[in-house]
């Protein structure tokens, strides 16, 4: 006769309805006068499953659960067939032998009729003797499909002892690496996600659809106020320097620091603020010698550089700064409006004064020396020294958004992304210690690609040190040395991806294409992490603020660089910046860049909780710990500053390039 473990059991036989007490099973004979108990093992497991809290999270598609221990796995058990946002499910699965520790679950996701796509936040197991697996989740669950989810402890591929875990990884990274695979970008650039569109994009990479909802929103919204305002259809020169104020943003607070700018942006000391605290503070080197290129006198600066000291002196002693634009020469331009447009490749001296300040004294518009490109000085007319400061803002708006911006965040950071998901499994510690640093990156830039970049259309110190002592204290965890790290074939394959298709293989760039000790993997992390949050925020957050007054970063010029002095004027620099709807235009791409839109994650926040084990959570409330004290210190700071700095504010920053 068959046994069955059931809480309640019929006899086949006598149809006799049995009452089956935990840890028994009865016999009873036919003739119903003989009943034997036999105490058997049986383990009963206790499962809660957890559902996200987002409102389309929840399913009515039914899901059921199989445990995979060390020693065997459970029958198919069904969880439920109703689950809702931000809830939890509970139930028993029983065994008829204790299974081990639990290594792997199995989800299944089953649809009688209608496809309902569930979230699966995570999942907990209890086993008999109380000892608590953890199995974090996160993702999507669409159509009929069968999902295995391993144990939450970070575990490097030298710590799987058991073949099914070995396998588990191995087909994880098989099926990552099918579904995350590279294409070239542009030549010479590194290579982006083998996708055209974001409906390509796998669920789970995907913007939130509260977060989508809220950019195609925030993007109508601003361009409908353009339009109506008129702003959109004007194709002509802006009437007075004033009138530009205008279209600033209504938004409340969003119009207090490009007012600032209106009133300073003609300074010279606002002029050398923002190669510190702007958008491209990368972008400034002290020079300790002209170039020949840049044939700058002492005579013709020494009224810029008060009394008592020459340009030779202030070179000596690090008191003089240059810029130099030499990756715009000879780029082609194009028309808008049927208008032909212009590009410089300016250079432009700097010093710093006895006050700490730093000034612009010299520059010269073009590489090339020579009677058609005077070197422009502070002592020159007004409209001289203006207009020749606004050709080199405005070639910093281009390498700030094709470089400093667009390249060495976006693009290096979508590079981080998809080798992480290429090359490290979830069960990974540096899998789990990456990701919460690429949410939403690969949505962001292949829209970026899509819509906008398609033809046609100073850093705070403070912030290194939660990052390094971070990252230090995850990477001591999880590797006792340096032969840990070396010895890690997934950690350099992970290596030698980005190498090879971010940097193209390039040793000029830096980059490894293998790390080797404890120490370079710290730094390589921190490089990684950094650049993804606190690098971006710097070079992004700052967008609107100080491009919202076109003089201060105008995205185009109509006009080509002035070839001689004496011939700017009010009009004819009216007549050279961006006309109207060329304005209205970029601004509604500035302040949606600029914006913080809904379904955030700031830096140190981790809703996901990739990590179980209890030191990794100590480290992370550690680094969220001296976030609030760099927080404290930047809010003081900006309590005494006129203009404040708030973009490396752990409270405006993400975890990740997000938009």
């Known amino acids: 006769m068959r046994m069955m473990m059931l809480a309640a059991m019929t006899d086949t036989v006598t149809q006799h309805h049995l009452k089956i007490p935990s840890g028994f099973w009865f016999w009873e004979a036919q003739d119903g006068t003989s009943r034997t108990s036999l105490q058997l093992v049986m383990a009963v497991y206790k499962v809660t499953v957890a559902t996200g809290d987002m409102a389309e999270a929840g399913t009515n598609n039914s899901i059921s659960i199989t445990l995979v221990g060390s020693h065997g796995e459970s029958r198919q058990t069904t969880v439920s067939f109703l689950f809702l946002p931000g809830k939890e499910k509970s139930l028993s699965v029983h065994c008829g032998q204790d299974l081990g520790p639990i290594v792997l679950i199995r989800l299944h996701k089953w649809r009688l009729f209608l496809e309902d796509a569930w979230f699966c936040k995570d999942v907990r197991v209890t086993a008999p003797n109380g000892t608590l697996y953890r199995f974090p989740c996160y993702q999507w669950l669409e159509g009929v499909t069968t999902v295995e989810l391993r144990e939450g402890s970070g575990k490097k591929l030298v710590d799987d002892k058991l073949q099914i875990l070995k396998e588990h990884r191995h087909e994880e990274l098989a099926a990552r690496q099918e579904a995350y695979r590279w294409k070239n970008f542009a030549q010479g650039w590194p290579r982006c996600l083998k996708v055209d569109s974001i409906f390509e994009l796998d669920s789970n990479i995907q913007f939130s659809r509260i977060r989508a909802n809220n950019f195609t929103g925030f993007l109508i919204f601003q361009g409908a106020s353009h339009f109506l305002s008129g702003f959109l259809l004007r194709r002509t020169s802006w009437n007075s320097l004033d009138e530009m104020r205008t279209i600033f943003s209504r938004t409340q607070g969003r119009d207090i620091v490009p007012e600032y700018v209106a009133k300073h942006w003609q300074e010279d000391d606002f002029f050398g603020y923002q190669f510190l605290n702007g958008n491209n503070p990368i972008i400034v080197h002290r020079c300790t010698t002209l170039p020949p290129k840049f044939p700058v006198t002492p005579e013709m600066v020494a009224g810029s550089l008060g009394g008592g000291t020459d340009l030779g002196k202030e070179l000596q002693e690090g008191r003089i700064f240059i810029v130099d634009y030499k990756v715009l020469e000879d780029i082609p331009t194009d028309t808008i409006y049927g208008r032909q447009q212009y590009i410089a490749a ?94 939403f990156t690969l949505h962001i830039n292949t829209l970026a690609r899509s819509v906008l970049i398609n033809r046609g259309g100073l850093i705070d110190k403070d912030l290194t040190c939660p990052y390094g002592s971070f990252v230090t204290g995850i990477v001591t965890f999880y590797y006792g040395g340096d032969a840990a790290v070396s010895e890690d074939t997934e950690l350099q394959a992970w290596v030698m991806d980005i190498f090879t298709n971010g940097f193209l293989g390039r040793t000029s760039s830096g980059l490894p294409s293998s790390l080797q000790t404890v120490a370079e993997l710290i730094k390589f992390l921190t490089m990684v992490m950094f650049t993804c949050s606190a690098q971006h925020a710097a070079v992004n957050n700052g967008q609107y603020d100080l491009g919202a007054f076109v003089p201060n970063a105008p995205s185009s010029m109509r006009h080509p660089p002035p070839s001689e002095k004496g011939r700017a004027f009010l009009q004819h620099f009216l007549d050279t910046i961006p006309e109207v709807a060329t304005t209205a235009n970029i601004l509604v791409a500035l302040i949606l860049l600029s914006s913080q839109l809904k379904d955030r994650r700031l830096l140190g926040q981790y809703p996901e909780e990739w990590f179980t084990e209890a030191e990794p959570r100590r480290l992370i409330r550690a680094f969220q710990g001296r976030l609030e004290e760099i927080r404290d210190r930047i809010e003081e700071r900006n309590h005494l500053a006129e203009l404040r700095y708030n973009y490396l504010n752990p409270l405006e920053m993400e975890n990740s390039i997000s938009i």
Request: hydrophobic share 45%.
């Open 346 to 439: 300016p250079l432009c001296l700097l010093h710093q004064g006895i006050d700490g300040l730093l000034r612009p004294i010299a520059i010269q518009l073009s590489q090339t020396p020579g009677p058609s490109s005077p070197i422009f000085l502070s002592s020159d007319d007004e409209w001289d020294w203006l207009l020749a400061k606004t050709w080199v803002r405005n070639a910093d708006f281009y390498s700030h958004q094709l470089l400093t911006h667009l390249l060495r965040t976006h693009l290096f950071g979508e590079v981080f992304a998809i080798a992480t998901l290429r090359h490290l499994p979830t069960c990974h510690p540096l899998f789990k210690l990456l990701m919460p640093h690429f949410h």
